[in-house]
């Protein structure tokens, strides 16, 4: 069993900054990959970014060159820092943990985004 819990959701005119961090229950060396999924309402939950246990990641179209996806391994912890804050990256943004790469076993409670414009 994973706990995830995010923090460091909020309100944010457009343009600016935020970094979502989520804190695992135990040790996140061994899971095969994390990630940030977002669903705005009346849409489905999208991946945002992911990154393996070796330190690959992938982004979303819609983030590539402003979301930055990153763990510290000693904390237990991976962030998304995330620049450049646009209306359209509204959303609820939940953390993610999959064991063995084939599917998210685990999700957290989710955070709050809200960009102004």
């Known amino acids: 069993q994973v706990q995830l819990v995010e923090s460091g959701g909020g309100l944010v005119q457009a343009g600016g900054s935020l970094r979502l961090s989520c804190a695992a229950s135990?040790?996140?060396?061994?899971?095969?990959?994390m990630g940030w999924h977002r669903q705005a309402p009346g849409k489905q939950r999208e991946l945002v970014a992911a990154?393996?246990?070796?330190?690959?990641?992938n982004y979303a179209d819609s983030v590539k060159g402003r979301f930055t996806i990153s763990r510290d391994i000693r904390k237990n912890t991976q962030y998304l820092q995330m620049n450049s804050l646009k209306p359209e990256d509204t959303a609820v943004y939940y953390c993610?943990?999959?064991?063995?790469?084939?599917?998210?076993?685990?999700w957290g409670q989710g955070t709050q985004v809200t960009v102004s414009s």
């Open positions: 990154i393996t246990d070796r330190g690959s990641t």
């Open positions: 993610a943990a999959g064991l063995d790469g084939s599917s998210w076993d685990y």
């Open positions: 135990r040790s996140i060396f061994s899971i095969n990959a």
